[in-house]
């Protein structure tokens, strides 16, 4: 099970690190090199998907990451066709930070069948958008509302709301390629409130900005856009020995 995996890593490391994987954003040629970089220099899975998808084919990206790698691979689903396999889990989204049903209920009632059929791991997790600078693909595409950047209580009653829906993770989204990374004390106010573990993502650019979110409370740092350049590969290991805190950092 992938979300005993991540509580694992999670009790273990201090906490984890998941590195997406945008099928518009990573060439075939480079995919797979990319894959075993992460590998090797000690990220604990991946995310797959995107709010948008232009060019790239879902499906056949996802068996190219499946068979390159042994991690977990998980579906960040932007839409119902990103349900499919081969994948080990996929984070079963609700927007919580806004108030559109199509994305509270509407499509997870179109992609619960296939998820059953397919036998993936649905993993329920409370997505919040927050304020970053601009709007974001996320925040467009699913027309809803962030939470203001200097309002951590509303993200903290909203965390707290998830949890007691049922919810397993609570997912803290700046937006992918965001100017501005979730704020440190909205970080620190949601891990506070709830018992579920809380993901940070977007605009993380820095393995510190990555530490000063997991010192606040985050259990799993997510980062994405700041690898589409091959020259920042090797900084894998950076953010990944910052991230897992109890590891003693081997030089
Ligand atoms: C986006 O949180 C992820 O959903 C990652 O964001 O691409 O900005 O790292 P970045």
Redesign the pocket.
């Known amino acids: 099970m992938i979300y005993e995996y991540l509580l694992n890593t999670i009790s273990s490391k201090g906490a984890a690190y998941l590195i ?1 994987l945008d099928p518009d954003k990573l060439s075939d040629d480079k995919l797979i090199p990319f894959i075993q970089n992460c590998e090797m220099n000690g990220a604990d899975g991946f995310l797959v998907g995107g709010s948008l998808i232009i060019d790239g084919d879902f499906e056949s990206f996802l068996k190219k990451v499946k068979s390159s790698t042994s991690l977990p691979v998980i579906i ?1 689903p932007g839409e119902v066709n990103q349900v499919c396999q081969p994948a080990d889990a996929i984070l079963f989204l609700s927007v919580v930070s806004g108030r559109n049903p199509e994305h509270l209920i509407g499509k997870h009632v179109l992609a619960a069948p296939i998820i059953k059929k397919k036998k993936i791991e649905p993993i329920s997790t409370g997505y919040i958008i927050v304020e970053s600078g601009s709007m974001t693909t ?1 925040e467009y595409i699913s027309g809803s509302k962030p939470v203001p950047r200097n309002k951590p209580e509303i993200a903290a009653a909203t965390a707290l709301a998830s949890q007691y829906l049922g919810m397993k993770l609570i997912y803290l ?1 700046a ?4 100017s501005q990374s979730v704020p440190n004390e909205m970080v620190k106010a949601v891990s506070e409130y709830c018992d579920i573990p809380v993901i940070v ?4 650019k820095t393995p510190q900005a990555a530490r000063e979110k997991v010192d606040n409370g985050a259990e799993i740092i ?5 690898f589409e350049e091959e020259d920042k590969w090797h900084l894998v290991k950076n953010f990944a020995d910052a991230v897992h805190f109890k590891i003693p950092v081997v030089v």
């Open positions: 997406l960040f996320a989204e937006g992918s390629g965001a993502g977007g605009g993380i997510v980062t994405g856009n700041f």
